[in-house]
């Protein structure tokens, strides 16, 4: 079954410090894999999309990582920022016989305290 | 250049009405794909439109159905609601169908429809 999980569900960490989420699919075959920040009341924006032959790719302070080959991924957030508390929604993209699928994990909410 | 929008932002209906909610792409944008949010099941696929056709359904019962207009705005309906379809419902705008590998999909800011 296609499935995106991640860990932990939610996490408080204080301002100025890093940190790590991650994202555990099984889903196949993999055509992407996406990372959406999504503040409270608004929609999910686009952080990093990484495909099968990317390892890492930087937003700023967001850097993702992908091993396709363990189905891992994962976001690091580096000297985090109020504004960085959020729900960070992995999302992989699977693409067979002329049709697609988004499989959505169901976040990890994130909060920075000063 | 504008955003997604969706109207309204919020909206409590009571079991068995019906309701629509409209969304407008970003200018230029051909498909719009709506997504049920959920705190237990996360973001779920509805359904996608392109050129004011749908292209790509989810595991969603009838009750849910859309359409998309020729200016690419398109319209959601629940009918005969349930309290389990109490939810944020975000719209999603691209410039090409989704199944493009490296589409990117922009939200807007989602109806909060509570259902008593």
């Known amino acids: 079954k296609n499935q995106v999980e991640q860990s932990p569900q939610s996490l408080i960490i204080l301002e100025g410090k890093n940190c790590t989420l991650q994202?555990?699919?099984?889903?196949?075959?993999?055509?992407?894999l996406r990372w959406y920040k999504q503040d409270t009341g608004r929609g999910p924006v686009s952080l990093t999309i990484?495909?099968?032959?990317?390892n890492t790719k930087s937003n700023g302070r967001y850097t993702a990582t992908l091993d396709a080959d363990t189905k891992q991924s994962s976001l690091h957030i580096t000297a985090s920022q109020l504004s960085d508390s959020a729900s960070y929604i992995c999302?992989?993209?699977?693409?067979?016989?002329?049709?697609?699928?988004?499989?959505f994990g169901t976040g990890t909410r994130l909060k920075v305290l000063a | 250049k504008a955003g997604v929008t969706q109207t309204p932002r919020y909206l409590i209906k009571t079991r068995g009405q019906q309701v629509t909610l409209s969304c407008s792409p970003i200018?230029?944008?051909?498909?719009v794909s709506w997504y049920q949010q959920t705190p237990g099941q996360g973001l779920q696929f509805l359904f996608e439109?392109?050129?004011?056709?749908?292209?790509n359904k989810g595991n969603f019962p009838g009750r849910f159905s859309g359409r998309q207009f020729s200016n690419s705005r398109s319209e959601m309906n629940v009918s005969t609601l349930e309290l389990g379809d109490s939810a944020l419902y975000l719209c999603?705008?691209?410039?090409?169908?989704?199944?493009?590998?490296?589409?990117?999909?922009?939200f807007g800011p989602g109806t909060r429809l509570t259902v008593l």
């Open positions: 990484m495909t099968f032959s990317e």
């Open positions: 439109y392109f050129s004011e056709t749908q292209r």
């Open positions: 994202c555990n699919y099984t889903v196949s075959p993999f055509s992407n």
């Open positions: 999603a705008s691209s410039l090409e169908l989704a199944r493009e590998r490296n589409n990117e999909q922009f």
């Open positions: 999302v992989v993209r699977t693409f067979n016989s002329g049709t697609y699928k988004y499989i």
């Open positions: 200018s230029g944008h051909r498909s």
